[in-house]
Each structure stands twice: as structure tokens, then as C-alpha cells.
């Protein structure tokens, strides 16, 4: 490589961004050619997954060279899930990689196959702090494509491999990544008639869960915010149904409102300003938004039917829920004020859970027809039905936040059967399941964390 190129990829544009963990993430960018070639495209169809080389990070010192191997796992299993790479074992290696500031020997990388190739350097700082650094190549053009570096806390660092996933497959698909994200969910323990239920929360890959709540009150449907910081779910506390919202940094949970008769599916506005629920009243339900501010509820909805599961659009300015006003649960969309009610869904069945996509594409559902139950998207139209995935009890699929993956439970049959915890992406292949000590059901994926 020239010399000037050489010197170009020492040079590092700052970039300090505050992070909503504890305490700052400073991330630098290391400045790039404009014109590498590799892409990957993940619009057509089933793609075939990118070969990509990913050494274990150097370090100066045991404890750094630790770091660069854990980090490298956590890339590499984010970036394998969305079967969308395919990790080139190690032992296939030729060079190996011991200075992270000399460009690879392109031709070594070539002969394994490999398209894409990830280096990178992990440093404990004299502060405490540690210093993650990487380059993406690719290696047909012999350029380095991205370059980031990383400075935070030791116990950030699977966050650290999370973030670098994410700007790995952006910058190779043109998206958004979803790895730097968190799941809530309802952990489930005990006998299947005497089943404990307790609000739980972990990385979107498993890691790092922990209970919010302690298990003595019956919790349902919780669901984030849009600044991912706070939850809000249905409690049985003291016997009645109740709304809360959950900070989860801080613990606190305040009651949103004690309503006189059942309440169901909480769900935040994308300005986060309001929540959008059911209520009952006399046999059927109809759909209110709460101003979080003022406490004043509004009704949305007016009919004698059975109104729930309402989920705004992104952008704030539609509605869709399920109702049994036809006869049978289907989908619907309204404007947010209530007005221009239509059904969209005309399939076989009965629709129910419907989730807007984060990028206002697709509107995702639970299906039953047959005695199964399905997971499946159409557009906001309702046409373009498809389903992804089916079995005994498929339910309360969600988003991640590129709207390209959803998440769902799967409670499987038997006297030991309980609900688990899976994902599909949009092609209906790639279906994985999430490993939970315990059961667990309605997931719910929260934006990316900033």
C-alpha cells in the first residue's frame, strides 16, 4: 500500500458520543477510501451468506488479549444469527494477524475465501478504561472499508462487540444493524399450574438478563419506550389490574393508571408522550391513549365489539388493533384520531397481535387456522400476506429495530411444555431459538440503545 494511504488510515477523526450506560463511550472513526466495492444486497430473496474472516483481536497484555477474544465471539455469533455471514473457522487462517496497524496480506485472505475480513486491537488503558479499535477490508478490492475505535469501562465490553456487529452490517448491507439491543420479556418458573411470572430483561442475544420484578404479582405485556429507558406493563397487584411504567436504570415504577375494569396491552406512542390501551366495559373493550403529562385518558374507539392490541405506526399518525366487530378477530387500521376504521385482513382464520414494523413497511401478526398458530406480516394495506413460521402455540411477534427480524414464543406441547423464546428473519429461513434459564413469553425488542 502507498505510503500516503498508509498514513491516511492512522489518521482519526474524533467523535465523542454519549451513550445512555454509564459512563461515557467515546468512539472515534479511523478516515477510509470512499470506493470499496463490497456489498451485500438483502432485498432479494434468501441471500447467501458473506464469507467473513474474523481474527481475535491483538493485545498488548493477557488481560487485553482476553478482551479481544471475547469480543470477537459476541461479533461473530451477532453476525452469524442474522445468517446473513458466515464465519470462516480460525484454523483455516493463514496470516496471522499480530499487528493491527499493518494492512493483511490480501492474498492469504483470498485463498480461504474469504470477502470480508475484520481486525482489531483491544488495549487496557493506563486509566482503567479499555480501548477496542477495528478495521473492516474487503479483501477482492484491498481496501479497508470502516474503522472505529472504542473507549469505555472493562464491563461494557460485550456491548463493545454488539456495537462493532452493528457497524459491520451496515456498512456491508446498507442497513441499520439491530444487535445493540435489549429484549423484556416475562420469565416463567415453577409448576405449569402454579407458574411464577417475572419481568426479566437481557441483551437480544441472551446475555445479561436480569429480573425487574420479584415474582409476587402476576405482569403481562410489557413493552419499551421509545428511548429505550422505560417499560410499560399490566400488574395484578393487589388483585386488580394496573398500568405502570418501569424505569429500568433507576428501579422506579410508577402506577400510569387504576382503571375500573380490565386493562390490556399497554403500548407506548413513538414520541413517547402517550400510551396507547384497552379497556373493558361490560363485555367488550375499546381502545383509549393516555397523556402521560396531563393523565387524561382519550377514547379512540366506540363500538360494542371487543377493541385491543393497538399499535401505533412510526410515524405517529395511525393505528392498527384487532377487533371481533366482523364476527371474528381480524386487523384493522385507523387514523390516529380514530377515524377512517378499516379491516385489512381477509385471509382464512383469525388475525390477532398486530405490530407495526419500525420501518412502517409490514405490520406483523399471530395467525390461528388449522389448530396452529403462525406468525406472519402483510403490508399496511393488507395485501403481501405471508406467513413466516407455525406450530402448536406461535405467538406476540416483535420488532427488531431495522425491521428486518422479528421475535416471537413458542410454548411447546406436554405436561413439561412451557413457552420459549424465538426469532425469524423476513425470509421465513433463519429461525433460532433464544436461550433463557427459564421459560419465557412475550418478548418485546427495544430500539436501539444510543
Known amino acids: 500500500m502507498p505510503p500516503h494511504k498508509s498514513e491516511m488510515l492512522r489518521k482519526v477523526v474524533a467523535l465523542v458520543l454519549t451513550l445512555i450506560v454509564a459512563p461515557v463511550l467515546t468512539v472515534a472513526a479511523f478516515v477510509t477510501p470512499a470506493h470499496a466495492v463490497l456489498e451485500l444486497d438483502i432485498t432479494s430473496g434468501q441471500p447467501q451468506p458473506l464469507p467473513i474472516a474474523l481474527p481475535n483481536f491483538t493485545g498488548d497484555t493477557p488481560e487485553a488479549q482476553k478482551y479481544g477474544v471475547d469480543i470477537v465471539q459476541v ?34 485472505w ?28 474487503d479483501i477482492f478490492a484491498q481496501q479497508q472499508m470502516l474503522g472505529l475505535q472504542f473507549v469505555t469501562t472493562p464491563r461494557n465490553w460485550r456491548r463493545i462487540g454488539h456495537m462493532i456487529a452493528d457497524a459491520i ?89 387504576v382503571f375500573p375494569n380490565m386493562a390490556f396491552a399497554p403500548r407506548f406512542s413513538p414520541d413517547g ?22 393523565r387524561q385518558v382519550r377514547q379512540i374507539t366506540n363500538s360494542g365489539a371487543i377493541d385491543t392490541g393497538p399499535c401505533y405506526s412510526p410515524d405517529g399518525q395511525q393505528i392498527t388493533f384487532e377487533s371481533d366487530r366482523g364476527g371474528t378477530q381480524q ?33 406483523a401478526f399471530t395467525k390461528q387456522m388449522n389448530g396452529k398458530f403462525l406468525i406472519g406480516v402483510m403490508k399496511p394495506d393488507g395485501s403481501g400476506e405471508r406467513i413466516l413460521t407455525e406450530g402448536f402455540h406461535n405467538e406476540g411477534p416483535t420488532w427488531a429495530p431495522n425491521g428486518r427480524v422479528l421475535m416471537f414464543f413458542r410454548e411447546s406441547q406436554g405436561e ?19 436461550q433463557t434459564p427459564n421459560f419465557a413469553s412475550d418478548p418485546a425488542w427495544s430500539p436501539l440503545l444510543k
Do not use: C
Open 75 to 108: 461479533i461473530t455469533g451477532d453476525l452469524e444469527r442474522s445468517a446473513l455471514f458466515k464465519a470462516i473457522p480460525q484454523s483455516a487462517f493463514i496470516e496471522q494477524i499480530s499487528n493491527f496497524d499493518q494492512p493483511p496480506r490480501f492474498g492469504d
Open 110 to 137: 483470498r485463498i480461504i475465501q474469504a470477502q470480508a475480513l475484520v481486525t482489531g486491537r483491544a488495549t487496557v488503558l493506563p486509566d482503567g478504561r479499555l480501548r477496542a479499535e477495528f478495521r473492516l477490508w
Open 169 to 257: 452490517y451496515e456498512r456491508l448491507t446498507g442497513e441499520k444493524g439491530y444487535f445493540d439491543s435489549r429484549v423484556v420479556f416475562v420469565d416463567e418458573s415453577g409448576r405449569k399450574d402454579k407458574r411464577v411470572k417475572r419481568l426479566a430483561i437481557m441483551d437480544q442475544d441472551g446475555a445479561n438478563l436480569r429480573h425487574l420484578t420479584d415474582g409476587s404479582d402476576l405482569v403481562l405485556t410489557p413493552r419499551f419506550s421509545p428511548n429505550a429507558q422505560e417499560i410499560t406493563y399490566v400488574s395484578y397487584a393487589g388483585g386488580q389490574p394496573r398500568v405502570y411504567l418501569f424505569n429500568i436504570e433507576t428501579g422506579q415504577r410508577e402506577i400510569v393508571g
Open 273 to 294: 408522550q402517550q400510551v396507547i390501551l384497552s379497556l373493558q366495559n361490560e363485555g367488550n373493550s375499546n381502545i383509549f391513549a393516555l397523556d402521560l403529562r396531563s
Open 331 to 363: 386487523i384493522y387500521t385507523m387514523n390516529a384520531d380514530g377515524s377512517n376504521q378499516q379491516r385489512i385482513s381477509f385471509g382464512q382464520g383469525r388475525y390477532s397481535t398486530p405490530v407495526w414494523s419500525p420501518r412502517g413497511d409490514l405490520i
Open 416 to 434: 413439561g411444555g412451557g413457552p420459549k423464546i424465538w426469532t425469524v428473519d423476513l425470509t421465513g429461513y433463519n429461525e433460532l431459538q433464544l
